[in-house]
């Protein structure tokens, strides 16, 4: 058989046998798939359960802090710092997911955060997902394992710099990106390649999944360091008294008056006795809440107790008394310089409501715009007969109407057209020569700064029995109409007539200027 020599068929059925072979042996079983689904669906409730369970010592450090701020003020703030960067890398974590996820099935990436892994029909290929985290290149380098890798680590050292020095033995930091690890055949591997190189996508989402467990055990070591190395002697107190905390002394009627009543030294482990006018208040994680509706107007107080268990076991009574104020809502819209609203040019308005800061005052205008302007809203309204500005109040939680306020539109009135300072009348020569141009001017009693502009007039006179008329365009008079003039006798009439004028709301005709030359 030395000589024997294959024919081109035999070569490719050869070569389909080999890939066929290759396929088959890369073939994952639906049990193992089902295995991968069952653990990662595990990992993600576990991963909410821890989040609940850290968001609950973040709330027993918040009260400790507004107990003793002096002395919590720095570990609460670190306790946050450690907060944003596990949300920083979880975020950064869970967009590579749904990323790797939207690529392996053509999905956009807000489809991808809500596929179940069960449901994922790509969840056994790893050649999209494997490009995505390795990239090219033979160790991971260039792909988004090497990018989720830097950021584990700067986590890492990042959250232990929040600790005392002291304590941070004690962390149990997990998240191991520096092995070692092998694989399969027992040779060495960097982390990217282990956890990541031809690994199903099944396989990729329930790794990261797990990162993002391993992320929140860290951060609830961290944040529980902190917590204790605060001193015992925080916790402690020789002086209990009530405190009452109102989200507002200042209500409106129609509004409700909502307070939290508790003991400084709150125990989140016992609910206090509250009474007020006799009626039991219900509390909960230590904290009673009142609310009464705000009926009538004018100051308000109310009076009752809390009743805790001691350090021995004793109960204690503390009596309180607290009071708000509450008025009727009074809104202001007025125009700043006129009674009405002139269509189709910026009116200023002020607008205000007692008891509310200006950045939460809202206003609507039924017909035009209304627009912010340093301490003033501006109105433009089109021509019509009125316009209603409702003002609402919106304070970031909910939006109420504050009340409305009509006013009529009216046309922009026209300028008067004048020319040497006169609108018409007896005229010296000479000032009307040396004026030349014609001025348009609005009325005096009209507070708006704006500006009409001459485009055209007629200039007309009587010599000897002729009339002279000529059209001037724009407000200067032309050498003909001013040679006319020069040549005019005591007594003869001019007249300037059909005087268009274009202002802001488009072209306006004035009255006439009579003239006679003195």
Known sequence: MAGYKETPRQKMIAMMYLVLTALLALNV???ILEAFVVVNNSIVT?????????NETYARFEQQNLLNESKVGPYWDNAKRARELS??????????KNEVIAKNEGITIEEAKTIPLGQIESRDKYDVSTNYFIGNSQDGSKGKAREIKNKIEQFKTDMLALVPENTRGSIKVGLNTTGPFEDAGGKQQNWEMHNFYHMILAANVTFLNKLIADVRNLESDVVRNLFNAISADDYKFDQVAARV???SRLVFTGDTY???ILVAALDSKQNPEVIINGRQIPAENGIAKYSVNASSTGQQTYRGTIKVKGPEGEEKEYPFEESYFVMTPSLTVAPTKMNVFYANVDNPVSISASGIPESQIVPSISSGTIRRAGNDWIVKVPLGNKAVVTVMHNDGKSSRRMGSAEFRVKRVPDPKAYIANTDGGPIQKSML???????PRMPDDFDFDLTFEIISFNFVGVRGGDIFDREGKGNVLTQEMQNFIANSKRGERIWLENIMARGPDGNRKLGTISLTIQ
């Open 29 to 31: 079983s639906v049990e």
């Open 46 to 54: 576990t991963n909410d359960n821890l989040k609940e369970k850290i």
């Open 258 to 260: 909502e307070a939290e």
């Open 433 to 439: 020569l040396a004026a030349r141009a014609l001025i």
């Open 87 to 96: 949300e920083e890398l979880i975020n950064f974590i869970e967009n590579a």
């Open 245 to 247: 905390i109102p989200n």
